[in-house]
């Protein structure tokens, strides 16, 4: 006999489960607040352990070719930044929101920090502009590309210090108590910004609450620049604890992993380029580049073809580190011919596997109606698109998990190849690979039928809007097969 038939009320255990992970995050979140003090002395600790990161191997000699994760403090910094901190930083956004932020991120805590100690003259109207999330992703990709950040700890003193640097001269001189750099030019914001509309917790605002608080309250100082009263998701907030309870109208709470990209997320023009041509595209070419034969193929065409026309220069070797490779020690170093390819090859892939994608969207979006009702998030738009264009765009919300487990596949490659430098044994990677590729691929497909469903579409203009997409990420999941099976 069924609970149901003995009298108990139908979902009650749903409703209690459910019930018990709201009081239990309502709980944590009023931690967090209450140890504000603490998490502060915490962030400093990792603030000393990057900056030793980041500076002490710059100033070492490079690592010998038996130098190990356990002798050698540069390998060590190598695989704690890139073997473990970037990649699993993705992977907390779908799981935990943007908690990193709040918690954890070094360049986060001094750009505050310098922000408290700094002129606080207002935010000037160019730093608004929507598209700087796009454009510092991919400056700092492609920079990053050219210096070899993975390899040498100069080009990672370059890259990360450098936006650390950024940070703080930008947190002295703009806004009071704020982060200003984390909410409008962190080359990463718009990255997590998407992965955490995945995730499965966020704060939610009781508005009727807001209004009529039941207690009298201080004002509460959201750094990362919230608008807290209207916030419906959780792509901007930095899940610090500082806001729980605020008004008696600010929650921590659990949610749909799909609820915000469904029925919160509307998208816009830039959201949707840094999804398909930024994390699909770009992102991709600077991952293959080093592994592809057309890479050197394409190299020794214009190499040659430079030789008979008695054009020299180009072969040169004689950049500075900060600006394309130099290790001549380690007999490595780019010549200007290698920069030219390699930015044609990571601009050709955003081209054919971005367009790809964005293609497949454009196509699906003319057999939508665009009658779709969402809730708009709190912030700027970025876009004042037409009706098919906004259709566009929340298609594209669906293509997230995708693109996000495309990045984490193109960054734990680094994690793989310092793990078999250690001897360890990486034969389960080719499966899990795939299995992670197809199950987010399946996940963004599900999305992006649940999007086209929240119009009036019919079953059969949804079925083709869902082929059209499936179709123009074809080149996206080719480009893996041919990373991880073939080259």
């Known amino acids: 006999m069924s609970l149901h ?102 360049e986060g805590m001094l750009s505050e920090w310098a922000s408290e100690h700094g002129r606080g003259r ?134 749909s992993p799909e609820a915000e990209i469904v029925t919160v997320a509307p998208g816009d023009v830039w959201q949707t380029r840094l999804i398909v041509f930024g994390l699909m595209g770009l992102a991709v070419g600077a991952f293959l580049w080093s592994a592809s034969p057309w890479f050197v193929v394409l190299k020794q065409a214009q190499a040659v073809w430079l030789v008979e026309h008695d054009i020299y220069w180009p072969l040169a070797q004689n950049a500075p580190w900060f600006i394309l490779t130099h ?10 011919l290698d920069a030219e390819v390699i930015l044609l090859f990571i601009f050709g892939a955003a081209a054919c596997i971005g367009g790809s994608a964005y293609a497949g969207l454009w196509a699906a979006s003319r057999f939508l109606p665009s009658d779709a009702h969402v809730v708009r998030p709190s912030g700027p738009s970025g876009s004042s698109a037409s009706a098919s264009s906004a259709t566009l765009h929340r298609l594209a919300q669906g293509l997230i998990p995708a693109a996000g487990v495309g990045v984490f596949l193109g960054l734990s490659a680094t994690t793989l190849t310092l793990l078999q430098h250690e001897g360890v ?22 999305l992006v039928w649940r999007v086209a469903g929240t119009s009036s579409a019919g079953m059969g203009n949804r079925l083709l809007a869902l082929t059209l997409v499936a179709l123009g990420t074809v080149p996206f999941c080719a480009a893996w097969f041919l990373f991880f099976a073939v080259w």
């Not at 473990?84 to 954890?104: A, D, H």
């Not at 290790?327 to 200007?336: K, L, Q, R, V």
């Not at 990486?426 to 599900?446: C, D, E, I, V, Y």
Request: hydrophobic share 50%.
């Open 5 to 106: 038939a003995r009298g108990w009320p139908q979902g009650w255990l749903e409703s209690m489960t459910t019930s018990t992970l709201r009081a239990g995050a309502h709980r944590f979140a009023d931690l967090l607040r209450d140890n504000a003090r603490w998490l502060r002395r915490l962030q400093w600790c990792i603030v000393a352990v990057y900056l030793t990161l980041l500076v002490v191997p710059a100033l070492m000699p490079l690592p010998g070719r038996t130098a190990s994760v356990f002798n050698n403090l540069t390998v060590f910094a190598q695989f704690a930044f890139w073997g473990v901190w970037w990649p699993f930083v993705l992977v907390s956004m779908p799981l935990l929101g943007r908690s990193w932020c709040g918690w954890f991120c070094p």
């Open 425 to 446: 044994s990486t034969a389960w990677a080719f499966t899990a690979r795939f299995t992670l590729l197809g199950l987010a691929m399946l996940w963004s497909l599900r």
């Open 122 to 255: 207002a935010i000037p109207k160019w730093m608004r502009w929507g598209g700087w999330p796009f454009v510092a992703f991919a400056l700092t990709t492609i920079y990053g590309q050219l210096v070899s950040v993975y390899q040498y700890p100069l080009a990672v003193l370059a890259v990360l210090g450098g936006s650390t640097a950024a940070a703080m001269v930008v947190g002295w001189l703009y806004g009071r108590d704020k982060r200003v750099w984390c909410k409008y030019l962190c080359p990463v914001n718009g990255v997590f910004q998407l992965l955490a509309k995945l995730a499965p917790w966020h704060y939610k605002v009781d508005e009727d609450a807001w209004r009529n608080p039941t207690r009298r309250v201080a004002t509460v100082n959201c750094a990362p620049l919230v608008a807290m009263r209207h916030m419906k998701g959780a792509s901007d907030c930095h899940m610090c604890g500082r806001c729980s309870d605020y008004r008696g109208a600010v929650h921590l709470t659990p949610r």
């Open 327 to 336: 290790y001549p020690e380690a007999n490595d170093s780019f010549s200007w």
